[in-house]
């Protein structure tokens, strides 16, 4: 069964087209990398799956239904790229958030033993027991980011979407957050992931969408280093904004960045394989 | 049921039946009297004997302090919601466009002889303007600090425009609204002010989940199917309740500081979001009973003692928290 479903789907920005023309089916138990340059819609296709925008055009299913429609709260989780500001000043610790997982289920009234259970299993489930009266905003950022997949396993969630979730990480927390992503997705939970490192998204992803406005590749991920997709992506906003100068000359630092990761890649899938053996 | 079978029964109803509710009504307000006469009034000549603080037994002295323990419950728990959503000015904007429900108030008593109390009047523009607030920040491209600002400076200007409008006959009551007052809390304003909080209260403790997720998570919360619009709304009428109640006492223009002050001065101290709401209603306490008191001892402006008691307590908690 499909867990998000898009077909033909438009939206714009007042004037400003941003996804264009983007059909593409995400099925349950798959992890999706979404990737794509800055600005090429990736965050916004994603809110769109979660029926969070309507889109101009097309349409958006979300378990079958359609997903402005779509009202099981509980089935859905999102974690964002850092809520720091709020996160870090509002006195709320780590239990109270997990808790929130719930809320779908039980916005009033009690909390049934299955409620509380639920959010007890989620805190140990990935590892931060311990911090469970702690102040969300103490934590380190790889810690706080647990926090919020503890939430969706609260939730017992059948879609976990992620916008860049560990930009603001250091390596060795990207890394284990990534194991307990891949993890969950072994379990059995459905992720779609946005995420501007190429190199991690190939090798934890089991499939890939690269957009640029439209749709460049969606397949294996295995299947996206060897295609030209990236390149086509990437280049598609340089063609754009090589008429302005000062953007074409932005654009070049993008374009840095966007080849970094393609070498990362490598060194991980390198890494990868001496594990292998 | 038809509407003439509703007429039939409706006429079939015992005459006593159809004025029920007024005996409801008498009876809440005779409850009240009873509560403000003998248990207020009680505990407050009891603690001025033992104190001899003879001041505490001034009814008007007891209504202000009754008034000032419900604006201090009141007034943090809301504005714990608005603050870490960088919404602090609402309460500020919804006070000003209440002046205007108070003028109106008065000018269709001055000019029409239409009795409205002003703190009706103040209490139902506050609550328009909260959902124009949000109407403006949905539907048109207004950036939401600048909607607070239009809609802020219109009331206000509404409110100034009303007054001059009466010739300058009703102005002399005006300043009492602007700046707050102890001596002209009337019995009736208690008695609104403590069923306001009480509502708020309850309001609160029943939607404490939704407001905490989407103060917290906003987005988060939209995925999850939580209705944040409903929920933006209900913080916003809560948040209109909370000023009007508050207006008598603390002045419009300075109405907003219980929403938020006492939020801030806890913030850092709070071991999870429900301590902190206690240890804020704690500090609103401390600020607003300091506060009237000293205004009463040194015959200062009750609004003004009161933010400045609450923003002296602000600045001894980060003293407090930076020699730690």
Known sequence: MTAVSLDDVAFSYGDIPVIDGISLDVAQGEFLGLVGPNGSGKSTLLSLMLGLQR????????????????SDGERIAYVAQDVTKTARDMPITVREV?????YPRSLFGRFSDADHEAVETALDRVAIADLADRRVGSLSGGQRQRVFVARALAAEADLLALDEPTVALDAASRESFYDLLGDLNEAGMTIVLVEHDIGVVTTRASRIACLN????????????ADSDALAAAYGANQRVLAHDHTDAHDHHAHGAHGHEPTNDSNATSANTSEEQQ | MTGFDALTALAALPFSDLFAPLFVVNTISGLFDWFLRVVVDGVFSWVAAVTGLQFLSYPYMQRAYLSVFCIGIVGPLVGSFLVYRDLSMVGDTLAHTAFAGVAVALFLDATLALTVPPLVGALVVAVLAALVVQVLVEYTDARSDAALAMVLTGGFALGSVLISLTGGGISVGINQYLFGSLATVSRADVGLLVSMGLVVVVGVSVAYRPLLFVTFDETAA???????RAVNTLLSILTAFVVVSAMRIMGVILVAALLVIPVVTVS????????????????GEIAGIAGVTLAYLYGLAAGGSIVLVAIGGFVAVQLGLRAR
């Open chain 1, 98 to 102: 997990v808790r929130m997982g719930r």
């Open chain 2, 222 to 228: 939209r995925a999850s199917r939580v209705h944040v």
């Open chain 1, 55 to 70: 889109p101009d055009h097309g349409e958006v299913q979300l378990f079958g239904e359609s997903a402005h429609q779509f």
């Open chain 1, 213 to 224: 406005k439209q749709l460049y590749f969606h397949g294996r991920a295995d299947e996206f």
């Open chain 2, 268 to 283: 850092r101290a709070g071991r999870s979001y429900k301590h902190s709401l206690w240890l804020g209603i704690f500090a």
